[in-house]
């Protein structure tokens, strides 16, 4: 019963957040700070996200700050969440992704 709570507290959370014009404003204001590039792969493209460094749901006074934001690709964002869940994000959890992607990353460079 509780796993069904929160699959309808993220999917109406996000259904609210896709109207809320704050918010709407927000992932607008992020990624053009960002110039609309991914800050994890840098690459750039139509499918961009504003990524709540500290998660939405339990850093509430965050919701809104620009500097809890970035921009990431379609493909980071879900690789993101994919290892870390939704909800309950950190910084820490994100500065950990960043330093596994680039060390992946330079691994790939180094053996071609």
């Known amino acids: 019963m509780l796993v069904v709570i929160n699959v309808l507290i993220q999917y109406y959370g996000k259904m609210f957040r896709n109207n809320d ?34 998660s939405w749901d339990i850093f509430i006074g965050l919701r809104y700050d620009l500097n809890n934001g970035i921009t990431l690709c379609e493909k980071c964002h879900i690789l993101f969440h994919s290892i870390y869940g939704k909800g309950k994000n950190t910084t820490h959890q994100f500065k950990e992704f960043i330093n596994i992607y680039r060390t992946l990353f330079e691994q790939l460079l180094k053996s071609s």
Not at 26 to 41: F, G, S
């Open 21 to 54: 014009k704050e918010s709407v404003d927000w992932a607008k204001q992020i990624k053009y700070r960002d110039n609309y590039v991914c800050q994890v792969c840098r690459h750039f493209e139509y499918r961009l996200n504003s990524h709540h460094i500290n």
